[in-house]
């Protein structure tokens, strides 16, 4: 991992981005275990693909106090790193977007298959957000590819049809899409530490603040449920991880590191006391993103958290993560590649035989397939295909 970044912070985000595209590609399996996949919005439990994103997006939260910070000692003004917020997070809205009117396509009214329309998207998102080194293809170049890339999302956009036979829509917001939910978390959390700066007090009662919103969706003394656009579930799990980095900060500057992994265990356990607790209120549920899934979710990464920065930066054990690297600090490109393996594949009309796609063999398979994907994600990167927003 690089050496300017927390290393923990890296392999988590790695680990969790792997685990992510293998829960993503479970639905091309059969006869696999229960736990694995996601529950149903009815269900009161969860199963490996609903802890993921939650982790995801409280990884999301560790890294935004460095982020900031950083630019902060490079002179940036507020109203400058302001702006550079908004701007990640109108990308991660924009893919979210047109992500999820993927799902909702009416692929017999489109000029093209939903395939083609789907390499499109996501090739227009490299174009748009690839990081272009000097000298490349000539010295406009960049301008004329992201232009390119503009242009293919407008004319995707133009050309959309989604809904069902007498329901045709244009495009919508649905859900926002996971990148979305992702981009409004970030948004609110990334704010709220730019104008309290490091003052983990300030920031935990943000948490605190933001849970209780995640509560009111379920259980109000009002007439009305207050939303910060989408649930504050979302909000709540970054903001978990920006309290986690906050402290970290403050512990090191006070030179009380060792107070830190009980800190991280006595705030993963609180967290997950509370969801386990308040279950009977709500219930465990991803979809209906509760306020114990949310908290419980958030107390494991925090106490995985903990042993990675164990086992990575404190026992210096991390060369095994070097299979896995690209996937932290490639994380966007590492999430999108799929979106191109399974396009083609329906094109090509490529599938694999049922012994492989079956069971403890299917599982082996998703797993591999995880791996490749991040991989291929390093090779990209060799070649100066990186994204970032």
Known sequence: MASNRLKSIDILRALTMLLMIFVNDLWSLTDIPGWLEHKAANEDGMGLADVVFPAFLLIVGLSIPHAIRSRQKKGDSKLLIVRHIVERTLALLIMGVFMVNLESINAENLLFSRSLWQILMTLAFFLIWNVY???????????LLKGLGWAILLFLAITYSGGGEGGEHWMRFHWWGILGLIGWGYLVAALAYLLLGNKPLWLALVLAVLILLNINEFLTPFNFTILLVVSASNHA???????????MIRLKEQERMKLLIPFLLGFGAILMLFGYLSRPAWGISKIMATPSWTTICAGITVIVFAGMYLLADKAGKFRWAGIIEPAGSMTLTCYLIPYFVYAFRNILSISLPESLTTGGIGILKSILFALLIIQITGLLGRVKIKLKI
Request: no cysteine; aromatic share 4%.
């Open 237 to 247: 799990l970054v903001m978990g991880g920006v309290v986690v980095t906050s402290v």
């Open 133 to 143: 080194g000097e000298g490349v293809m000539g010295r406009f170049s960049p301008i």
